[in-house]
């Protein structure tokens, strides 16, 4: 018996193996089967085990996943960046035309309180030399400007045309060691002269007598008796007075009441009576602005 | 040799966890991948017969018991399939993965259609999502013996290659 097993033991495995599962397939085949302590004890054991290969798995997928989602993330942070500068450019060019709006409308304004005829121009370019400091504008004889104009801003004086091309000007500041302009206290209404110094950003005061009142922080205006500037515009502050006890007059510097590094549109002021055309110009300028035309074409000379 | 059909049952429990993630990761639906096909073509194609019918019954318990609702069906299942394919591997040369892989699709066809027949003749009851499955499934499956083919095949390398598998004959 024991060698007929031996002899086809393949067999008798192979038809226990299929009789045993075909038997409790038999009897639990639509209601399943309750474990036994043999299932429980293999489910405990490969339970584990499942989960932590499960866990394992998981984190595999979920590591590729983040690698896969952060080269994604990656490409979509580039687009991004390349949107949000393309955005901030457009932003500063709207906050650039903002302020530019601002500063044409108050020109403007400034334009049509000034008792003579005036013309708007835009600063296209500064002077080159080292030794003459001048700003060039884009008006030029053809606007009516001729040498000797003065320019100014809403916030004070500029300088003065220096020569005169027929579609621009060059503009001599009031900061070049030539220039002088007649100036008074508002305070006091005492007179002086305010010179350029070469110095960009300051002028000396020039010509105050002694007895005069001038103190530290007076506002200094055009006088009006050069015959460039009208009265009444704001040159610049008084600071560091010199009260030396010798000499005819005081000597001090000025600070300008415009930064004319700073400064992109002016306002070429004419003599009254020939300026007739230039303020048609202005007319039509200011109504244009009103009615939201594009101020930088404008203040350039093109014709809306 | 037991060591290799311990060890062989040790990799289709692993496979299987593998496959269950893989399954639930990519959504399949009633699609499966079989690995007790591919653990049964193995053991036929690398074990004696007594072995290769006790790591068949041993993928198929497991199988059972990872079902979620154990009848006892796929033992019985595996065992069927394994008398099928100890005759199907005598006939066929499978010496390169390819034919590894397509004889797994195969051999998972058959172990479905008989899931399905030992279902539909004692429970006559979900027999028709099966059917519908088994092209998917079998698809799947011969994928699935691609991938554990190395696998295996290591462990054929690693034992003794006296046995009288069929494979190395």
């Given at each position: 018996?024991?060698?007929?097993?031996?002899?086809?033991?393949?067999?008798?495995?192979?038809?226990?193996?299929?009789?045993?599962?075909?038997?409790?397939?038999?009897?639990?085949?639509?209601?399943?089967?309750?474990?036994?302590?043999?299932?429980?004890?293999?489910?405990?054991?490969?339970?584990?085990?499942?989960?932590?290969?499960?866990?394992?798995?998981?984190?595999?997928?979920?590591?590729?996943?983040?690698?896969?989602?952060?080269?994604?993330?990656?490409?979509?942070?580039?687009?991004?960046?390349?949107?949000?500068?393309?955005?901030?450019?457009?932003?500063?060019?709207?906050?650039?035309?903002?302020?530019?709006?601002?500063?044409?409308?108050?020109?403007?304004?400034?334009?049509?309180?000034?008792?003579?005829?005036?013309?708007?121009?835009?600063?296209?370019?500064?002077?080159?030399?080292?030794?003459?400091?001048?700003?060039?504008?884009?008006?030029?004889?053809?606007?009516?400007?001729?040498?000797?104009?003065?320019?100014?801003?809403?916030?004070?004086?500029?300088?003065?045309?220096?020569?005169?091309?027929?579609?621009?000007?060059?503009?001599?500041?009031?900061?070049?060691?030539?220039?002088?302009?007649?100036?008074?206290?508002?305070?006091?209404?005492?007179?002086?002269?305010?010179?350029?110094?070469?110095?960009?950003?300051?002028?000396?005061?020039?010509?105050?007598?002694?007895?005069?009142?001038?103190?530290?922080?007076?506002?200094?205006?055009?006088?009006?008796?050069?015959?460039?500037?009208?009265?009444?515009?704001?040159?610049?502050?008084?600071?560091?007075?010199?009260?030396?006890?010798?000499?005819?007059?005081?000597?001090?510097?000025?600070?300008?009441?415009?930064?004319?590094?700073?400064?992109?549109?002016?306002?070429?002021?004419?003599?009254?009576?020939?300026?007739?055309?230039?303020?048609?110009?202005?007319?039509?300028?200011?109504?244009?602005?009103?009615?939201?035309?594009?101020?930088?074409?404008?203040?350039?000379?093109?014709?809306? | 040799?037991?060591?290799?059909?311990?060890?062989?049952?040790?990799?289709?429990?692993?496979?299987?966890?593998?496959?269950?993630?893989?399954?639930?990761?990519?959504?399949l639906g009633a699609a499966r991948?079989e690995?007790?096909?591919?653990?049964?073509?193995?053991?036929?194609?690398?074990?004696?017969?007594?072995?290769?019918?006790?790591?068949?019954?041993?993928?198929?318990?497991?199988?059972?018991?990872?079902?979620?609702?154990?009848?006892?069906?796929?033992?019985?299942?595996?065992?069927?399939?394994?008398?099928?394919?100890?005759?199907?591997?005598?006939?066929?040369?499978?010496?390169?993965?390819?034919?590894?892989?397509?004889?797994?699709?195969?051999?998972d066809?058959?172990?479905q259609?008989?899931a399905w027949?030992?279902?539909?003749?004692?429970?006559?009851?979900?027999a028709h999502s099966i059917l519908a499955a088994i092209p998917a499934t079998a698809s799947l499956t011969?994928?699935?013996?691609?991938?554990?083919?190395?696998?295996?095949?290591?462990?054929?390398?690693?034992?003794?290659?006296?046995?009288?598998?069929?494979?190395?004959?």
């Amino acid at each position: 018996m024991l060698s007929l097993l031996k002899q086809y033991r393949e067999l008798v495995v192979t038809g226990v193996l299929i009789a045993l599962p075909f038997a409790t397939y038999l009897s639990h085949a639509k209601h399943g089967k309750n474990l036994n302590p043999f299932d429980r004890a293999v489910l405990t054991v490969t339970g584990p085990l499942e989960r932590g290969l499960n866990t394992v798995v998981y984190s595999a997928i979920d590591t590729w996943g983040s690698y896969v989602g952060l080269r994604h993330v990656r490409a979509q942070n580039l687009t991004l960046r390349a949107k949000v500068l393309e955005l901030e450019a457009q932003n500063g060019k709207l906050q650039e035309a903002k302020l530019e709006n601002e500063r044409l409308r108050q020109l403007l304004d400034f334009a049509r309180q000034v008792p003579a005829p005036s013309v708007v121009a835009q600063v296209v370019g500064t002077g080159l030399a080292p030794d003459f400091l001048s700003i060039r504008i884009g008006r030029g004889a053809a606007d009516g400007l001729r040498k000797g104009m003065a320019v100014v801003t809403p916030r004070g004086v500029v300088g003065k045309i220096q020569q005169v091309t027929a579609h621009q000007a060059d503009v001599e500041l009031i900061t070049d060691a030539s220039s002088a302009v007649a100036v008074e206290s508002q305070k006091s209404r005492a007179r002086a002269t305010v010179r350029g110094s070469g110095d960009a950003h300051l002028c000396k005061l020039d010509y105050a007598e002694r007895s005069a009142l001038f103190e530290d922080g007076d506002l200094l205006i055009t006088a009006g008796t050069d015959g460039i500037f009208p009265k009444g515009l704001a040159v610049g502050r008084v600071s560091h007075l010199d009260h030396q006890k010798a000499g005819f007059s005081l000597r001090g510097e000025v600070t300008l009441a415009v930064d004319l590094s700073t400064v992109e549109e002016v306002l070429v002021l004419g003599e009254a009576g020939d300026g007739a055309p230039a303020q048609a110009r202005n007319g039509a300028l200011l109504e244009a602005v009103h009615a939201g035309a594009p101020l930088r074409l404008l203040s350039a000379g093109v014709t809306p | 040799m037991t060591a290799k059909l311990v060890l062989g049952v040790v990799v289709s429990l692993f496979a299987m966890a593998v496959a269950s993630v893989v399954v639930h990761v990519l959504g399949l639906g009633a699609a499966r991948i079989e690995v007790v096909a591919v653990v049964i073509v193995w053991a036929c194609l690398s074990l004696d017969t007594t072995r290769a019918a006790l790591c068949s019954f041993a993928a198929g318990y497991l199988f059972d018991l990872m079902s979620g609702s154990p009848t006892g069906l796929y033992p019985l299942v595996a065992m069927l399939t394994f008398a099928v394919c100890r005759v199907a591997v005598a006939m066929v040369d499978v010496s390169h993965p390819a034919g590894f892989a397509v004889l797994c699709g195969v051999i998972d066809c058959v172990h479905q259609l008989l899931a399905w027949g030992l279902i539909a003749l004692f429970v006559q009851a979900g027999a028709h999502s099966i059917l519908a499955a088994i092209p998917a499934t079998a698809s799947l499956t011969a994928l699935g013996g691609l991938a554990l083919y190395p696998i295996f095949h290591r462990l054929d390398l690693a034992f003794d290659r006296e046995e009288s598998s069929v494979i190395y004959r």
